[in-house]
């Protein structure tokens, strides 16, 4: 499992090359309504479900948990699937606070 909080969408995790089941990663802004690249303070990236799931294309994971949603910014539980849906084919996760997973 691996976690990726407060960062911008990071390439670096596809050094696990498959290796990993379950990574679950921040998705703060709808790609539909427009990221801001500055919401994640001093990364000047955007972080979306959708650039999520180009992550976790790259990295090749089993599994995709999205976590740190912002409904201010529209990104609700079934926006943020079906933009990373967009792009990772993989089991895609939208958990409430609180829940729990099997790996």
């Known amino acids: 499992m691996v976690i990726s909080g407060d960062t911008g969408p990071n390439l670096g995790f596809t050094c696990f090359d498959g290796g990993v089941d379950l990574l679950i990663h921040e998705a703060i ?14 990364t000047g990236h955007d972080v979306t479900a959708a650039s999520a799931g180009k992550v976790a294309v790259a990295s090749r994971v089993k ?8 409904a201010r910014t529209g990104q609700h539980p079934g926006t943020a699937r079906a933009e990373a849906a967009a792009h990772f084919t993989g089991e895609i996760l939208v958990p409430n606070d609180l829940d729990t997973t099997e790996v």
């Not at 802004?29 to 919401?39: D, I, T, V, W």
């Open 63 to 70: 599994c995709l948990a999205l976590h740190h949603l912002n």
């Open 29 to 42: 802004e709808s790609e539909r309504l427009g990221a801001n690249p500055f919401l994640v303070f001093g």
